[in-house]
T-cell receptor
Framework: DTGVSQNPRHKITKRGQNVTFRCDPI?????LYWYRQTLGQGPEFLTY????????KSRLLSDRFSAERPKGSFSTLEIQRTEQGDSAMYLC??????????????FGPGTRLTVL | AQSVTQLDSQVPVFEEAPVELRCNYS??????LFWYVQYPNQGLQLLLK??????LVKGINGFEAEFNKSQTSFHLRKPSVHISDTAEYFC??????????FGKGTRLHILP
């Protein structure tokens, strides 16, 4: 029984570099969410997918950010031209996404990004 | 739009003493309410949730919370804390089955 996994767990990069994170949801979960958590704050919603369709994007998701879920399974979050303000914990969550009721979101351990 | 306010950023409490972590929310529509816990160097874990029905909800590890619609509050309580309860606690809301909106968190310090 595996939960949501995220790779890498830690990433240190220099300002201006591109980074990509991966999230593997729980098997058979249709919905996948990305959140960002900065120091001293609660997680903030970035975007979510229903299968391979990206259904909502937060205003926090600038044009330097792109997320994909090409086959409706794993997802990637890419940040281009990283800035120091991008330093944060990036959290992924998944849920069954069944219509008509509550679907619990299960969170992964996160990827901690440090931009130098 | 929905928002969540956690009134205390840090709460120190002696071991075996009771604790209450306060949470107020704002929403013009009905919401689901949650408390999540984040232990040091671990991921977020759902502590308890209110979807509908009884306003007193019980969660894991002896925690409970009470939904008060008139005061738009969802305070978390535990009658006797243990050192293992040291963690950050997040109150959160969602509209139906949508994205979750989190508060800024309350760090619970257990004093020996």
């Amino acid at each position: 029984d595996t939960g949501v996994s995220q790779n890498p767990r830690h990433k240190i990069t220099k300002r201006g570099q591109n980074v990509t994170f991966r999230c593997d949801p729980i098997s058979e979960h249709n919905r996948l969410y990305w959140y960002r958590q900065t120091l001293g704050q609660g997680p903030e919603f970035l975007t979510y997918f229903q299968n391979e369709a990206q259904l909502e994007k937060s205003r926090l998701l600038s044009d330097r950010f792109s997320a994909e879920r090409p086959k409706g399974s794993f997802s990637t979050l890419e940040i281009q031209r990283t800035e120091q303000g991008d330093s944060a914990m990036y959290l992924c969550a998944s849920s069954l996404g069944l219509a008509g009721g509550y679907n619990e979101q299960f969170f992964g351990p996160g990827t901690r990004l440090t931009v130098l | 739009a929905q928002s969540v306010t956690q009134l205390d950023s840090q709460v120190p409490v002696f071991e075996e003493a009771p604790v209450e972590l306060r949470c107020n929310y704002s929403s013009s529509v009905s919401v689901y309410l949650f408390w999540y816990v984040q232990y040091p160097n671990q991921g977020l874990q759902l502590l308890l949730k209110y979807l509908s029905g009884s306003t007193l909800v019980k969660g894991i590890n002896g925690f409970e919370a009470e939904f008060n619609k008139s005061q738009t509050s969802f305070h978390l309580r535990k009658p006797s804390v243990h050192i293992s309860d040291t963690a950050e606690y997040f109150c959160a809301v969602s509209v139906l089955d949508d994205k979750i909106i989190f508060g800024k968190g309350t760090r619970l310090h257990i004093l020996p």
